[in-house]
Nanobody, 121 residues
């Protein structure tokens, strides 16, 4: 079992930045890739970014490429999502997930509870 706890969400003005954190706990956590997904009201959950546990490989959705950065601190069992140049379209609940390195939500077996990000115009 892997337990994931996100933090760092909040309200920010357009053009601002936020950094989300996700702490992972569990004996086998290092076996998994870590991903960030988001879900806006009335929309399906969508992929944002993913990183392998060793940090060697990352992949981003086109909508966030160049603005968001995913990183991992193995010593702290924590994955981060640095979000810059935020727009109102980034408003969503952001979820951390652990699973296979993939853009598909079905490849992730464990999910956090989500953290709300709201970007005002």
């Amino acid at each position: 079992q892997v337990q994931l706890v996100e933090s760092g969400g909040g309200l920010v003005q357009a053009g601002g930045s936020l950094r989300l954190s996700c702490v992972a706990a569990g004996r086998t956590v290092s076996r998994y890739a870590m991903g960030w997904f988001r879900q806006a009201p009335g929309k399906e959950r969508e992929f944002v970014a993913t990183v392998t546990w060793n940090g060697a490989n990352t992949y981003y959705a086109d909508s966030v490429k160049g603005r968001f950065t995913i990183s991992i601190d193995n010593g702290k069992n924590t994955v981060y999502l640095q979000m810059d140049s935020l727009t109102p379209e980034d408003t969503a609940v952001y979820y951390c997930a652990a699973g296979r390195y993939s853009i598909n939500s079905g490849s992730y077996s464990y999910w956090g509870q989500g953290t709300q990000v709201t970007v005002s115009s």
